[in-house]
């Protein structure tokens, strides 16, 4: 069936209201249900290609929220500070307020949030106060069971997600520095999927456990979970002995690529529809212990967007390219002009190029292009990173 004039009209006039009204999950699901419901090509690419138009510079639609930098573990791979400061119940509520239904998801981070005595009543508060559509908590999960998994459900959690490094006992509990670790982790991972939430596990993969993805994968399955993988962003110039290198990466893409299809075309179709791959600073941003923003989480001292505990998250948003250091780190370097997938990519994730090259604006440092004369469909086999 294709799409007449009358319908594509039609639709263009419900985006423009929906979006007056700030409706914007439901402007998402329009969009994705026009894909399923026709099968016409081009009514796709004309409403996606409006929707850019509607969105422009950027749409902040959700949060990474640092809860606490403390944590109960000490892993190599991690890049939080681990300073012994949290933000107050108050600052979150006050930030929570000003979201007035605007943000689809916000995710909770560390350290480790369930250190948090209120950490329920925190994801209350964002489905109360900040009308947040999903919630997802992100945990290294030794401290979840049966009772606090249950308590994560009825707080009104959508999602959680536990760090796993891997299957593999001695491994994990060497990387987290306690013996023990690694069981305390499958209990909370079968507790959360007993509790009937949808639970993933988040691998950041290095040098160590670059050969334990496809037995990781069988091995999250068999608990009930799904895996997710990413790349380690280094937070030292030690950690870059751990560090993949860019033809090691792309061997593990073209294996998540091939193990786990779905995952991939899910994620090759936001490529489709944004029009990029880097949602930070586009549709995302990241806001730190004290109430800094950046434009990403792996990002703490450099292009300081502003305080969202003493102003508007969205009038800070909307000022972004103000911040010279931001304008800059947005931009796409000049390497990867020649690049045919620079627009999707941008120069890919640039949080750890300080580390690697003690400069922001330079190409992602594990990507092997620049690439020439490929089309989107390769995007998802040409980007460097993985979700």
């Known amino acids: 069936m294709v799409l007449n004039n009358q319908i594509i009209i039609y639709m263009i006039k419900y985006i423009a209201q929906l979006f007056y009204r700030k409706r914007l ?4 699901q329009l969009i994705a249900s026009i894909k399923n419901a026709y099968l016409s090509n081009i009514g796709y690419y004309i409403i996606t290609y409006l929707f850019r138009l509607i969105v422009g510079k950027g749409l902040l639609l959700y949060v990474k929220l640092d809860v606490t930098e403390q944590c109960n573990r000490k892993c190599d791979y991690c890049y939080s500070k681990r300073r012994n400061i949290e933000p107050s119940f108050d600052d979150i509520t006050k930030l929570f307020s000003t979201f007035n239904g605007r943000i689809g998801r916000l995710d909770l ?3 480790e949030p369930m250190l948090r005595s209120d950490i329920y009543e925190i994801i209350k508060a964002a489905k109360e106060i900040g009308r947040v559509r999903s919630i997802a908590l992100f945990t290294n999960g030794t401290l979840v069971n049966e009772e606090t998994a249950v308590k994560l459900k ?12 891997s299957n593999n006992a001695s491994m994990q509990d060497t990387i987290s520095a306690y013996t023990g670790t690694f069981d305390m982790k499958i209990i909370g991972i079968k507790a959360l999927v007993c509790a009937e939430i949808p639970t993933y596990t988040f691998t ?37 002995d751990i560090q993949l290198s860019a033809e090691e ?53 450099d292009a300081i967007l502003g305080n969202a505990f003493k102003e508007n998250i969205f009038e800070i948003f909307k000022r972004r390219f103000a911040v010279k250091d931001f304008k800059n780190i947005y931009e796409s370097p000049q390497e990867c002009l020649s690049c045919s997938c620079v627009h999707y990519c941008r120069g890919a994730e640039k ?5 690697v090259y003690d400069d922001y604006n330079r190409k992602c440092f594990f990507c092997l292009g620049p690439w020439h004369n490929k089309a989107i469909e390769n995007l998802a086999d040409c980007i460097p990173y993985w979700y």
Request: charged share 20%; hydrophobic share 45%.
């Open 249 to 301: 990466v792309y061997k593990i893409k073209a294996l998540l690529n091939r193990l786990k299809p779905q995952h991939m075309m899910n994620v090759y179709n936001i490529y489709k529809l944004w029009g990029r791959s880097r949602i930070g600073g586009y549709m995302l941003v990241s806001v730190k212990v004290d109430g800094a923003v950046t434009y990403s989480p792996f990002v703490f001292d």
């Open 25 to 28: 999950s439901l402007i998402l």
């Open 154 to 165: 009825s707080a009104g959690v959508d999602a959680v997600i536990v760090s796993l490094y």
């Open 351 to 355: 949080a750890g190029n300080k580390i």
């Open 109 to 111: 981070l560390g350290g």
């Open 204 to 240: 950041v993969i290095t040098k160590h456990n670059v050969d334990h993805v496809e037995s990781i994968i069988t091995f999250v399955e068999s608990l009930g979970a799904q895996s997710l993988f990413f790349n380690q962003i280094p937070r030292d110039k030690k950690a870059l």
